[in-house]
């Protein structure tokens, strides 16, 4: 591991953070938890399992996201490179479920500890009342005294197979939000975030510590994944950010060389994320990392009235972008088509176009309808950049 760090913080100020820590999500990517000819590593399964039963004697409560489920399948059925064919991945996948599902409830066997699997899919997480309802699972689990073991649902998703990429460091992004925990640790294989691709750049150096995720990071790493995983450095990221704007804080640390026992002693290891000041929360924080389904181009005079805690109405809209249902998430931008706000629509798309610029007198005769000219209402959007114009 390299010894050049950038922003290193003291071991002591990662303990001070730590000690606060009550509830962990742990996600492990797939590297991590498969060996070689894609079994699954059942010794950094046990290790994972001793270490949450440790966790919990000290009263810190632990939720796992688990990737490889696909990996492990393709090792019991003997395939040498991941399918291509949606059904082949599928399938894949559900064998892949049973054994990955079978190693967790051995390995917690041994420390008398419960497991629950909770499969989940995009649909479920970007729909408010699904969200509400996978919450509500997570908190009796906790409840239960048991160890949720949380997966994409790979064997019936769609899109997450076929396109998305790091989807499962999404889906712990989500899940450290709806359990409201204090920290997400994304093990992965590499020793956390570096200041260039270190494969390439000898003189790469390891950051420590860093507050909030400024943009200019995303420059320095690239949206590749490995042949077996779909994520890389860039979905960590975006999940790094999505939970220091839920005030939390997250860890990327390399989980082949490290167990989270070692990581949670605050051992200076890997790349640490903490808030910064502002933080959204409750409904904020689902609109603003909710999948939205089109969006709106609004001019100067709404995103003023926007970061005055101001409804969005027909006049202020400039374009309609995609297709979008009344009720579901879409964007707002500005029109220079950056992305100021989010929220849920009242109207679908074809009647936001018919009533595009329009003032509120003229709604109701265009529209055929008594009142409710907001396209937006206040409490149904979270604004994200609203000084940016």
């Keep these: 591991m390299s010894e050049r760090t950038l922003d290193v913080e003291k071991d002591q100020d990662r303990k001070a953070l730590f000690a606060k820590v009550r509830r962990v999500v742990v996600k492990l990517g797939t590297r991590v938890l498969t ?8 010794g950094i399964i046990e290790q994972l399992a001793a270490d949450v039963a440790d966790l919990r004697a000290r009263g810190v409560q632990v939720a796992i996201v688990s990737s490889g489920a696909v990996g492990a399948g393709m090792g019991r059925l003997g395939l040498v490179h991941r399918p291509r064919r949606l059904a082949e991945l599928q399938a894949t996948a559900a064998v892949g479920q049973g054994l990955m599902m079978n190693a967790y409830k051995l390995a917690f066997r041994a420390h008398d500890i419960p497991v629950g699997q909770v499969l989940l899919t995009s649909e479920d997480l970007d729909n408010r009342p699904r969200y509400v309802n996978a919450r509500n699972t997570l ?75 400024p943009e200019a990071l995303y420059e320095r790493v690239g949206a590749a994944g490995s042949d077996l995983g779909r994520g890389g450095m860039r979905t960590k990221l975006r999940a790094a950010e999505a939970v220091t704007q839920g005030g939390q804080m997250a860890l990327i640390a390399n989980g082949c060389e490290y167990g989270l026992g070692v990581i949670m002693a605050a051992a200076n290891i890997g790349t640490l994320f903490v808030p910064n000041e502002r933080s ?11 999948r939205k389904r089109g969006g709106v181009v609004v001019d100067n005079g709404a995103v003023d009235a926007l970061s005055d805690g101001k409804s969005l109405l027909p006049s202020g809209i400039v374009h309609v972008v995609g297709d979008f249902e009344a009720g579901e998430l879409i964007g707002i931008e500005n029109e220079k088509r950056v992305e100021i706000a989010r929220g849920l629509a ?32 206040r409490d149904d959007m979270v604004v994200l950049n609203s000084s940016k114009k």
């Design 35 to 42: 060996a070689s000819g894609n079994a699954l590593n059942i």
């Design 139 to 213: 908190d009796q689990l906790f409840r239960f005294d048991a160890v949720p073991i949380i997966n994409e649902n790979d064997s019936v998703a769609v899109e997450e197979l076929q396109l998305s990429v790091g989807e499962n460091d999404r889906l712990a992004a989500l899940v450290s939000h709806l359990v409201d925990a204090d920290l997400l640790v994304l093990l992965t294989d590499v020793d956390g975030l570096f200041s260039n691709d270190p494969g390439r750049d000898p003189d790469a150096q390891l950051i420590r510590f860093v507050r909030g995720v």
């Design 280 to 290: 959204l929360r409750g409904k904020a924080l689902w609109l603003a990392h909710s």
């Design 346 to 377: 009242r109207f679908d798309a074809d009647d936001v176009q018919k009533i595009r610029g329009k003032k509120t007198s003229e709604i109701a005769q265009i529209l055929n309808i008594g009142s409710g000219a907001v396209v937006i209402h």
